[in-house]
């Protein structure tokens, strides 16, 4: 019955509802006066007296219309029921009270044979009856709305978990049902009507309680906790969600109930390092930088990250029209936002056009370049590899010698992992753009040339976790390539800062490498965001196989073969050669590199290749080259 009763008031309009909640409070008038007479002279049996019901109805006849009015200037029926609140019933109360004075106005102007006690009685019992039905339709509509609400957990019952929990009583989409907090003080007390258990009897408590998801109200454990907890959560495949970090909150970019999925660098336990003020000035203060690739997913990062050390101007440089505009958007309404007192100077242009080059170079007279401009999709530059070599290699090419001669103080190519020992044209073709810069150092001292060499980057554009995350939603499958492919990952901000640090230690021809921490295998990661999304993943390796049915869920993981190009495993050091600097994650590596008479006599016969569009005749090519290049496609 009540099921039926919420879904009928949970359907109706807001005016209809007003409605409804007039009708009633008049039927209970009407009530309380009776009730309040009955009181008075112990039973309904004085109602049958000549003249009593005469008196009653005289008095309604005013009682309800002006009772009525009272309410709706009182705002009774301003506030939505399910969220009434204490301070709605200290109005009823006053509602009451001038209904009571209504009635004795009534009893007086009507010359009824009310008793004087009547009123007093009638208040009391128009309270209970008025208060008691909004008290239960609050009940009867929260119980429909928890049935359609996500039971939740939360994970942490500090000040940020309470806050969490406070947001969410009235949320449409979760309800709290319990806190977990290792905090043994806590546990066994109730906060907020939530009970707090320990997290070793977490399994019993989703049982319990029928919980769907966790939610992990602890933005300032250190990432390092965080991953091991999460492994922890894994186990259990239960949906794993959490509230935006600390720094988040406390900057107001985001609030604390906007629930989000687990970022994936909590998954990696990777502990930033704060950067060192010093070095991050030391090319970017003051000064004129340009990006290449300012739309791609380090450039913007790096464009970010530059604009909070105030730069004199920073030139976006970009081949994708619709890139440079959105990075453009974004970096206005930041200095606006921030106050910033940089200009930017957003410029459409390919890094293959030495003219173009000059031209912007010399008008802005820049003095510090970062490039990141490259294609980076191996299976992509695989089938293209024409185009990946001239915008790659002599796009580097282009770009220094033209930095060279408008006088730059400082280069910083943004290379690869994948240029060590490659496999495939993209990585050579980074191998190759390194040893232009290590030529350029050689040949002149004006422009201080530098490459800063890291791995894969989270949520990049071609990157595994947004894949592996839109793979996820759609319920699967989720396809790894091979089980045993192991990578390298950085969060961009980090790589971003580590790439600007670099720089700035470079003394002229350097190879930076930088401390990725321990490589990562891809169908570990894989497992780990399906469970904490609630699946059970099932590894399957064949295409029969594939086909079995899976139960509600379960989420197949498929094993698709290695791409075109695509290595087992990437390094960072072609040698074994290599120094700590300054910084704790940022290294030097000494390697060798063709001399600038035989580099330029290799470049030359590239471009003849590239100019007849020989692909056989470039990949010979390119494994004759220094670069270590060992094809693994066809």
Known sequence: MKATVSDWLVGLSRGQKRLVQLAADAALIVLSLFLAMALRFDGFRVLSRV?????LLKVSGLLIPASLVIFIWLGFYRAVIRYISSRAFYTILLGVLASAMVLFLANWLTGANIPRSVPAIYALIALTLIGGVRLSMRAILASHQAKKRSRVIIYGAGASGRQLQMSLISSPEYLPVAFVDDDTSLQGRTISSLPVFSPAILPRIITEYGATRVLLAMPSLPRSARAALLQELGELQIQVQTIPGMADLVSGKTKINEIKDVPVEDLLGRDPVAPNPD???????????????????????????????????????????????AIDQKLQALIKRQFLPVEVVPILGSVQHFGRLLSVLGEHQVETIYHAAAYKHVPLVEENVVEGIRNNVFGTKTLAEAAVETGVLAFILISTDKAVRPTNVMGASKRLAEMICQSMALRQRGTRFSMVRFGNVLGSSGSVIPLFRQQIAAGGPITVTNPEVTRYFMTIPEAAQLVIQAGAMSRGGDVFVLDMGEPIRIIDLALRMARLSGHNPVIVTDEAASQQSL?????????????????????????????????????TATERALSPEDLDILLELLMQDCVNHDVAAIRKRLIAAQTGYTPESA
């Open 551 to 587: 139960s509600a869920n379960c989420i197949e993981i498929r094993i698709t073969g290695l791409r075109n190009g695509e290595k087992l495993y990437e390094e960072l050091l072609i040698g074994d050669s290599s120094a700590p600097t300054s910084h704790p994650r940022i290294m």
């Open 51 to 55: 003249g009593v019901l005469a008196d």
């Open 279 to 325: 070095l991050m000035h030391h090319d970017l203060r003051g000064r004129v930088v340009m990006v290449t690739g300012a739309g791609g997913s380090i450039g913007s990062e790096l464009c970010h990250q530059i604009l909070n050390y105030a730069p004199k101007k920073l030139i976006l440089f970009e081949l994708s029209e619709f890139n440079l505009y």
